[in-house]
């Protein structure tokens, strides 16, 4: 296997291990040193400390071609925990996860519509969701809490939240966390060029380069709902015209559908607007073919924002999630995957895949959680 140049041993290269392991599921310490370029002797410290953390464990031998079998290590799931929470529209979503990125709980409460929750609040809810699943406080990492373009509040009541619950608190856009968490449960290579696009009332993309969440100059990195699909088109409240969110978020499907007087009378499409949009996409997904079309045609719009993305980044691999896909993934996976094999300007040189979350509903929740573990287990990735 090629060495790249060699890495000097620093905090960076504890990071580097776990991120390799990680997406390995099982590997031995050759295997490591192979794949990182770091020295037997750096694999060897690196490794006995992250095995004394309980971060990585022993797992067994295999057999190498040399006869001597190699001890093979792997995460260790369930040492520490992380807790995210997520403000949708009119829940919080709370998660635990374990080191490898498994759901260990999952609660969903209720709030009024952009009610702001008080740091008080928040560490009660805390409190409860860690007691009920018996998650003791030092094996909890700390709790990240995301929202909708990294709302201001939040970032004001960190300091107090912390002081009151005892852990380390971090605030993120929801949907920067929900490619964190993607990125991480299914085990991707930090080699890859990985991007998810967060499908929801708004249209949020999370970009991870190197491992690490690319967050811009401010956390605002991925505002793709504002990219422009029509330099003279539709109004948006960021100022310019024609932006994606106004053709492909959920909240624009739902008008379209609801501008469509057959469709109208035939789905149940007058009350809010989440339980409006998962009507037409399970009238879809059943065969209904106005509303396949509307979904469709957000898809179409979907693809021609993806494509610009995915070209000025040259990505290698994208997952689709967030709520907009948890019913009728499928119609975006197809009309993106086609799109883009006719228009990606890499599709000559290398593949890109485009898949589909498997909790898109949890994922920005999940993200946070991973968002808390990676930056406890694999610090250097977190700013
Ligand atoms: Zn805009």
């Not at 750096?42 to 022993?58: K, P, Q």
């Not at 789905?267 to 339980?275: I, M, N, V």
């Amino acid at each position: 296997m090629a060495r790249r140049e060699t890495p000097a041993a620093g905090p960076g290269s504890r990071a580097l291990i776990v991120d390799v392991v990680r997406s390995a599921v099982t590997i031995s310490r050759g295997e490591l040193a192979d794949l990182t370029g770091l020295t037997q002797p750096s694999i060897s410290n690196i490794v006995r400390d992250l095995i004394a953390d309980g971060i990585i464990h022993e797992i067994g031998s295999a057999g190498s071609a040399h006869g001597r079998p190699r001890k093979l290590i792997a995460i260790n799931p369930g040492n520490r925990f992380g807790v995210g929470f997520h403000l949708g529209p009119d829940t919080v979503t709370c998660v635990a996860i374990d080191l490898t990125g498994g759901v260990v709980g999952r609660e969903v409460v209720p709030r009024l519509p952009d009610e702001i929750w008080p740091a008080e609040r928040l560490a009660a809810r805390f409190e409860d969701f860690t007691e009920c699943l018996d998650l003791s406080r030092d094996r909890v990492e700390g709790l990240a809490i995301v929202a909708p373009a990294s709302a201001p509040e939040l970032s004001e009541l960190r300091p107090e939240l912390m002081e009151r619950i005892g852990v380390p608190v971090l605030v993120e856009n929801d949907a920067a966390a929900a490619a964190l968490g993607e990125f991480w449960s299914r085990r991707v290579s930090r080699d890859q060029s990985f991007a998810s696009v967060y499908l929801s009332t708004g249209i949020g993309a999370g970009l991870v380069f190197g491992g690490a969440l690319f967050r811009g100059a401010n956390s605002g990195a991925g505002e793709l709902g504002h990219m422009s699909i029509r330099f003279d088109g539709r109004p948006c409240p960021c100022g310019s015209l024609g932006c994606v969110q106004q053709y492909a978020s959920t909240s624009a499907t739902v008008k379209a559908a609801r501008e469509d007087p057959e469709l109208r009378a035939r789905l149940p499409l007058d009350g809010t607007e989440s339980s409006a949009y998962d009507a037409i996409a399970r009238a879809a997904v059943n065969g209904d073919p106005a509303a396949c079309a509307v979904l469709e045609q957000a898809a179409d719009y979907l693809g021609m924002a993806v494509t610009s993305m995915v070209n000025v980044l040259d990505l290698g691999r994208l997952v689709l999630t967030g709520p907009g896909v948890a019913l009728a993934g499928s119609v975006y996976a197809r009309r993106l995957r086609a799109h883009l094999g006719r228009t990606a300007h890499s599709r000559q040189r290398h593949g890109l895949s485009v898949e589909l979350s498997a909790q898109p509903r949890d994922a920005a929740s999940i993200g946070a959680a991973v968002l808390v573990v990676q930056a406890a287990v694999a610090p250097g990735h977190t700013g």
